[in-house]
């Protein structure tokens, strides 16, 4: 089903949903392997796990500071499990197990639900893809919350697929350039080199734009 011509905004209750349903997909892997390769990522599932956890953490951070920055990165310091792996500030337990880590994700998934609810929609901080507001924190954290339930999914062996209004209102407000007519899903991993479309070279470098809507 091709997208809403006109989405509604991303909200706090998205990103909600989206952390819900990377818990919910992946709770019955948990005694899968998680030291694999996430999909076709470089990282490990574990890796990938504590690194959409930070991702919403920084997001929140970014966005709900007291003093939003909108020329520079948060200074919070980072570590990485392996010299190939992500740089983390959040990483969860290994001795709690995947459970552990999936409640770090929910834990982090609620603390950007709700700043993006509290924050004054005047409110701007930097990413380094563009200057941003709460909606654009909020669709960040679902575009990062889906694509690496996708890896992870693949990574585990489970299916994963997304409801297309959802995937649709993240397309609207990330990715002005989402090709007409395709479904939501299959475009956004499309435009982040996760997949193919008919007719379309594979994309390899990619980005989204995090600038606040015009009114």
């Not at 939003?68 to 499990?81: K, M, V």
Request: net charge negative; with cysteine.
């Amino acid at each position: 089903m091709p997208p809403e011509p006109h989405p509604h905004p991303v909200t706090a209750d998205d990103v909600a949903h989206a952390v819900d349903l990377a818990v919910t997909t992946l709770r019955p892997a948990l005694d899968a392997d998680w030291d694999v390769p996430a999909g076709s990522l470089e990282w490990t599932c574990w890796e990938t796990g504590e690194h959409l956890a930070d991702d919403l953490f920084w997001y929140a951070a970014r966005i709900g500071s007291l003093r939003p920055s909108t020329d520079e990165r948060e200074p919070l310091g980072s570590s990485r499990r392996r010299p190939e792996g992500p740089a983390n500030t959040i990483t969860a337990d290994k001795a709690a197990g995947p459970a552990g880590l999936l409640r770090v994700l929910a834990d982090c998934g609620g603390l950007l639900a709700a700043v993006a609810r509290a924050t004054p929609a005047s409110a701007r901080a930097f990413h380094v893809f563009g200057v941003s507001d709460p909606e654009g924190f909020a669709a960040m954290g679902v575009v990062e919350t889906l694509l690496h339930t996708h890896d992870l999914a693949q990574g585990l062996g489970v299916g994963f697929e997304p409801p297309a209004a959802l995937c649709a209102r993240a397309l609207h407000r990330l990715f002005p350039d989402a090709p007409a007519g395709a479904a939501p899903w299959p475009a956004l991993l499309w435009l982040t080199g996760r997949g193919e479309l008919p007719g379309r070279e594979r994309v390899g470098t990619w980005r989204w734009y995090g600038a606040p809507r015009a009114i």
